[in-house]
């Protein structure tokens, strides 16, 4: 039996009241919580009713406006407290929206991995160009930046194309992401390669 069935099957308003520390008279009426309730105005049995401000509901219903709490909480509390056993297992149709969605963040990780991938090694090959221009008086200071550059490009290619794990790629690919765009913008309009400023961070724009 599912949780809500389970709950409305052994827990009654009135027993749901008096769990909340009221105490039905012998007409079975407690003073409404739910407005200022100088007389007994609130019918309580199997489901409650006030005759004062129409409150109504059953059980989960009383639980969750008394303690302020969603109705699966409610019928939680009730379940646990009362010892009523049900049906935990995630209905079908929402284990299948999960492996929808997990599949559909795994395609969009792999997509911007390999983007990175591609980014990354255009980079490379723009700066290894770059390094190996003559040196000439008016060019040290640039052909230095080019050369500590790409070794470090040199260094991210080769752990993150090369040698990574598919797991390693998805640890590191914020790193390497932000490592790409500051070079990229370091070399502004020089940089012919393509920007990926707006590819995101992996995970950031899917929920589970």
């Not at 027993?15 to 003073?31: D, E, H, L, V, W």
């Not at 209905?91 to 911007?112: F, G, M, T, V, Y």
């Not at 090694?121 to 390094?131: A, G, N, T």
């Amino acid at each position: 039996m599912r949780l809500f069935e389970a709950v409305k099957a052994n827990v009654t308003a009135s027993q749901a009241a008096a769990y909340c520390g009221f105490t039905p008279n012998r007409s079975k009426m407690i003073c409404c919580p739910f407005h200022n309730d100088k007389h007994p105005s609130m019918k309580v049995d199997k489901r409650y009713y006030c005759f004062g401000c129409g409150e109504y509901g059953d059980a989960i219903d009383f639980v969750a406006k008394y303690y302020d709490l969603s109705l699966k909480d409610a019928a939680m509390k009730l379940a646990d407290d009362f010892g009523i056993d049900y049906d935990r297992k995630i209905p079908a149709s929402i284990e299948i929206k999960r492996a929808q969605i997990k599949q559909n963040q795994d395609r969009l990780q792999k997509e911007q991995i390999r983007d990175l991938c591609k980014e990354l090694s255009e980079l490379h090959s723009f700066l290894r160009e770059k390094k190996q221009q003559p040196v000439t008086n008016g060019n040290f200071t640039i052909l230095k930046s080019y050369i500590d550059d790409f070794e470090y490009v040199d260094y991210l290619y080769e752990h993150y194309i090369l040698e990574a794990s598919d797991q390693t790629r998805k640890q590191d690919y914020k790193h390497v992401l932000e490592e790409v765009i500051r070079i990229e913008r370091k070399y502004g309009k020089e940089y012919n390669g393509r920007s990926i400023q707006n590819v995101g961070i992996v995970g950031e724009k899917q929920a589970i």
